[in-house]
């Protein structure tokens, strides 16, 4: 969205990241999407001219993020209190495991462990069969969204008043907040959530099924007027009447019932032919789709989520466009994620450094790339 973003890297071999999953030379494919438009600068921050360096970025900086174990940054003399002192409307934003105070605070943590700790993990799958995890790390975007909730509030509570702060984000508790009615419900009488597979738990109909010619039907009707009309759409005219299933309550103390009567119908139509009469009848569904799916998928397209680039490889690089969509100041893709070090010399010099410092707080790895 145009801010000037500088992403502080490790020498020789930069975030790590650029080395994970599918890769285009020695660079992932994930790294040119997920580091688009930021400015890679190399610091060994162990060194003193290094951490220097943060002190004088800081000073000008509306942000500070940073996810190191809790004290590191204290131990290099770039934590919080050195750096607020030289800019008192700083916002730093620190992400860990666990939190920067508490037992835990200085274990170190990963999204899959915050996930079975803040309790989701326990939730996806089967009954009676061991809990499973999403494909994605859904711990680490979680953690990185409400990140970006307490920096936007914590921004406009600097402007009003001047007064920076530090966001505490652990993704153990980021985890446990999408978590809905768990904690309440437990609480109260102690029950605890187990997993269903397919179906939402206590809400009804909400679940997938089987279709004729072996794809899979997601379907979510429990509202009350919109299950009146999937009834009537499925030829059940006889469920919509029935004054059990008036209200969502009943609907879901007989979920096994409505489940069966869906799951056949599903059964005796292909996908297309199931999605072509909920939709005509405003019901809620889908297919499941592949990445083959998602890329062909024409709304998607119209709205332009998804990007198209070239990398210097020659190959073709797709990758999700930024969300939200703004209406005066919509989001650009300037650059993709730059090669390590690209904009050492323009950020260094800027401050003042000479060639000997920037040598030696870079290993030497200055390759200004900004053309790019």
């Known amino acids: 969205f145009g801010a000037d973003v500088i992403k502080i890297e490790p020498p020789k071999i930069g975030d790590p990241l650029r080395k994970w999953r599918k890769m285009d030379g020695d660079t992932s494919l994930w790294w040119y999407s997920q580091s688009r438009n930021k400015k890679s600068l190399i610091l060994n921050l162990k060194d003193e001219v290094a951490q220097q360096v943060v002190r004088d970025l800081a000073r000008d900086a509306d942000v500070v993020i940073e996810n190191f174990r809790p004290g590191t940054l204290e131990k290099w003399n770039i934590g919080w209190e ?11 934003l620190r992400v860990s495991g666990y939190g920067q105070t508490g037992p835990d605070a200085k274990k170190p943590g990963f999204a899959s462990i915050a996930e ?3 309790g989701l993990r326990y939730l996806i ?52 907040a999408v978590t809905e009615s768990l904690i309440p419900e437990y609480g109260v009488d102690g029950s605890i959530r187990e997993r269903t597979g397919s179906r939402l738990s206590g809400i ?40 059990r299933y008036k209200h969502h309550e009943g609907r879901a103390k007989d979920y096994e019932e409505l489940d ?50 070239s990398l210097e490889s020659g190959k073709e690089l797709y990758m999700p466009a930024t969300v939200p969509k703004l209406s005066l100041t919509p989001a650009t893709t300037r650059w993709l994620g730059p090669k390590l070090g690209a904009h050492n010399q323009e950020i260094l010099e800027d401050i003042g450094l000479n060639e000997e410092q920037i040598n030696r707080i870079t290993g030497g790895e200055s390759a200004d790339t900004t053309k790019d």
């Open 116 to 118: 079975a700790i803040g």
């Open 82 to 92: 050195q750096l607020s002192e030289l800019n008192p409307d700083l916002v730093m």
């Open 204 to 243: 009804s109909p909400s679940n997938t099924y089987s279709t004729l010619d072996g794809k899979y039907l997601v379907l979510a009707a429990n509202g009350d007027s919109i299950f009146q009309r999937l009834m009537h759409a499925i030829g059940r005219e006889d469920i919509a009447k029935d004054p």
């Open 260 to 309: 069966e009567i869906l799951a056949a119908w599903s059964e005796s139509l292909t996908l297309q032919d199931a999605l072509v009469i909920l939709e005509q009848a405003a019901v809620p569904a889908s297919g499941i789709n592949s990445v083959a799916e998602v890329f062909d998928n024409v709304q998607l397209k119209a709205r332009g989520a998804i990007e198209h680039h």
């Open 125 to 176: 799958g089967y009954p009676n069969q061991a809990p499973v995890r999403t494909g994605v790390s859904i711990g680490d975007t979680l953690a990185s969204l409400f990140g970006v909730i307490g920096t936007m509030v914590a921004l406009r509570h600097a402007s009003l008043t001047g007064e920076g702060q530090v966001v505490d984000v652990s993704l153990v508790e980021s985890v446990l």
